[in-house]
């Protein structure tokens, strides 16, 4: 996909991690970057407020979605429906809203990249949570880049990835956590925000890509 000085990219979530990563690797391209995030003032769990911004935003050709909620992990019989409610109101309600607005003003040709996680398509108990988001994000990603065609739809799927999300973890306990991770995965090694970021430039630059999930996980779904 060919940026020009016209160009116009939104990362929504772009204030940290892999958001981050990506806003700035799209800053080194010709266009401009919007980012936006909880940080900035948009709540991703207020459609009215979504809508206000894509419509103050005017024409965007890509828009990148890589908002976050911090789902409750647990048995099903010890999840709060109340927490497990919250999560998804951010990451799948708000991906579909940020879809929905940003549909209105996406040029033909342009492109909508979400993010689920390896835990959509692996079995891991105590995460019944964050594997139905993500999961359902992946399959509702797929019927969007049919109705909303030549807008491309797709997903990056990323793993265990070193970011500010684990910031609450003491130092050590993020250090042997990841250690151990690496050592079990076939990569060898968990991802960086950079390496993720790359996976949303792939979907952007594509133009054969749509309704795709990327995996960016290390191996783990092989494990």
Sequence with gaps: ????KETKT????????????????????????EVASRSTGLDVKDEAAI???????????????????????????N???????QAFDTKFWGAVAVAKAAARHIKPGGTITLTS??????????????TAMNAALEAVAKILAKELA????????????????????????RMAMLHNAAKSLPAGKVG?????AAGYLF?????????????????????
């Design 1 to 4: 996909m060919t940026f020009t």
């Design 10 to 33: 939104i990362v929504i979530g772009g204030t940290s991690g892999i958001g981050k990563a990506v806003a700035t690797a799209l800053a080194n391209r010709d266009g401009t970057i």
């Design 51 to 77: 809508a206000a911004y894509f419509d103050a935003q005017g024409p965007v050709d890509h828009v990148v979605f890589t908002a976050g909620s911090s789902a409750p992990g647990g048995a099903i019989t």
């Design 79 to 85: 999840v709060s429906f109340d927490a497990a409610k």
């Design 117 to 130: 996680g390896f835990l959509a398509r692996r079995t891991v108990p105590g995460t019944y949570v964050k």
């Design 150 to 173: 030549p807008i491309r739809v797709n997903v990056v799927s990323p793993g265990l990835t070193d970011t500010e999300a684990y910031a609450g973890m003491t130092s050590e306990a």
């Design 192 to 196: 960086c925000a950079d390496d993720l």
């Design 203 to 223: 979907a952007i630059d594509n133009p054969f890509v749509t309704g795709a999930v990327i995996d960016i996980d290390g191996g783990a779904l092989i494990n």
